[in-house]
């Protein structure tokens, strides 16, 4: 099951296999296309997928506050934060270790009502998963 995000061709965040662990946290793959930049990894990891759709859908409601998925343990993060004219600015941060670390932080601006069917999605993930 599949949660896509798709403002244009370039302006993407595919979240996939979705893996619930048994602390209430959880993983998935993700996919991102911002712009020239792309990033994917089978392994992200966060804490609340539950926590992250209700401020999502309380930041789409209010048009104000933030959400953000990440993992305690970790640097990396999605995070939606409301701006004015019901914009929701999309950034995130990821990294790869290595022998030489890479890091990418990408974003986006994209209109509020492409919110609705990704949280629909979201949600769906969670009955079917985190149930």
Same mark, same amino acid.
């Given at each position: 099951?599949? !949660?896509?995000?798709?403002? $244009? /061709?370039?302006?993407?965040? !595919?979240?996939?296999?979705? !893996?619930?662990?048994?602390?209430?946290?959880?993983?998935?793959?993700?996919? +991102? &296309?911002?712009?020239?930049? #792309?990033?994917?990894?089978?392994?992200?990891?966060?804490?609340?997928?539950?926590?992250?759709?209700?401020?999502?859908? $309380?930041?789409? &409601?209010? @048009?104000?506050?933030?959400?953000?998925?990440?993992?305690?343990?970790?640097?990396?993060?999605?995070?939606?934060?409301?701006?004015?004219?019901?914009? %929701? *600015?999309?950034?995130?941060?990821?990294?790869?270790?290595?022998? %030489? $670390? $890479? *890091? @990418? #932080?990408?974003?986006?601006?994209?209109?509020? #009502?492409? @919110? /609705?069917?990704?949280?629909? &999605?979201?949600?769906? !993930? +969670?009955?079917?998963?985190?149930?």
């Amino acid at each position: 099951m599949d !949660v896509e995000l798709k403002i $244009q /061709p370039d302006k993407k965040i !595919v979240l996939s296999s979705f !893996v619930n662990i048994m602390d209430g946290s959880g993983s998935c793959s993700l996919s +991102i &296309q911002s712009g020239r930049f #792309s990033y994917s990894t089978g392994e992200f990891y966060f804490d609340c997928l539950y926590k992250f759709t209700n401020e999502v859908k $309380q930041m789409y &409601q209010s @048009l104000s506050g933030s959400a953000e998925l990440n993992y305690h343990y970790e640097r990396e993060y999605l995070k939606f934060e409301a701006k004015s004219m019901g914009h %929701i *600015e999309f950034s995130g941060e990821f990294i790869e270790y290595g022998e %030489i $670390q $890479q *890091e @990418l #932080s990408c974003g986006f601006i994209f209109d509020q #009502s492409y @919110l /609705p069917n990704f949280i629909e &999605q979201l949600e769906r !993930v +969670i009955q079917t998963k985190y149930s």
